[in-house]
Structure formats: structure tokens, C-alpha cells
């Protein structure tokens, strides 16, 4: 884990998914607009080797179309 330590449990989620499966990946926990915990494991750009962080940016990918699905019957449920 390039000498990462896990010191909550969203890290070591984090840390152990990037791990596994080889990946980047960043998550945040929030309530009312408050960021509660933020972790990020692997790297933004392999080419320059940059880490990845929890603010870094990166394209949205096919998980978009699965949240608007989500959003969409969301409003369906509440009969908006």
C-alpha cells in the first residue's frame, strides 16, 4: 500500500479496494453539506505519478448513468 496506513474505516476501504483491484480511487462521507471524512488511494496521473487526493478531479465514467437512474426514480418514488 506504499507505506499507507489506514487510521478510520473509510481509509482502510479506500487503501484495500485500490489495493485489490489495482485502482485509484477517492470517497467522502457528508451530511448537510458538512464533508465528515475524506481518504484517496492510488494515483491521479500514473504518467507523472501524481497521488491521488480526495479534491483531485476525475472523469465521471459510466457510474454517471446509474445515478441518474437513481436520481430519476427518486422523484418517480415522490411522485415529483
Not at 20 to 45: C, R
Request: net charge positive; aromatic share 2%; hydrophobic share 45%.
Amino acid at each position: 500500500l506504499h507505506g499507507l496506513t489506514a487510521s478510520n474505516p473509510l481509509e482502510k476501504a479506500v487503501l484495500g479496494l485500490s489495493s485489490y483491484f489495482n485502482v485509484s480511487i477517492s470517497a467522502a462521507v457528508s451530511l448537510d453539506d458538512t464533508q465528515i471524512i475524506a481518504a484517496a488511494a492510488g494515483l491521479a496521473d500514473r504518467v507523472k505519478g501524481t497521488p491521488m487526493k480526495p479534491s483531485s478531479l476525475v472523469p465521471g465514467g459510466s457510474v454517471t448513468k446509474t445515478m441518474t437512474s437513481i436520481a430519476a426514480l427518486k422523484l418517480v418514488e415522490a411522485k415529483r
